[in-house]
Nanobody
Framework: VQLQAFGGGLVQAGGSLRLSCAAS????????VGWFRQAPGKEREFETG????????SYADSVKDRFTISRDKAKNTVALQMNSLKPEDTAVYYC?????????????????WGQGTQVTVSS
């Protein structure tokens, strides 16, 4: 499975971006998908995840009520809608396919990772 994350860019604080994660080589429709981010000098951290069916989502407190994760199983994609962006949201964002059906904040239970897409929020 190869994952590709795209949609990043430069946006002003308060703005919005929509990231997408596409899988090729094999469907990830039976697995959870998570979005993580890594800012310079910091560890990669979990932001949000969605279970295999799309019926259950989870969010880190830092993005709750601002970010929304969704998946289109027919297109084999997962999207991350980011609203009310803040400068502290600046990071490289990664999508990852989980080993299991349900999402987890633990990066160790994700097998395949996309290459990351840069999100920069200016103040």
């Amino acid at each position: 499975v190869q994952l590709q994350a795209f949609g990043g860019g430069l946006v002003q604080a308060g703005g919005s971006l929509r990231l997408s994660c596409a899988a090729s080589g094999r469907t990830f429709s039976n697995n959870a998908v998570g979005w993580f981010r890594q800012a310079p000098g910091k560890e990669r951290e979990f932001e949000t995840g969605i279970n295999w069916s799309g019926g259950t989502t989870s969010y880190a407190d830092s993005v709750k009520d601002r970010f929304t994760i969704s998946r289109d199983k027919a297109k084999n994609t997962v999207a991350l809608q980011m609203n009310s962006l803040k400068p502290e949201d600046t990071a490289v964002y990664y999508c990852a396919q989980g080993l299991y059906a349900n999402a987890s904040p633990n990066p160790r239970v994700y097998r395949y990772w996309g290459q990351g897409t840069q999100v920069t929020v200016s103040s």
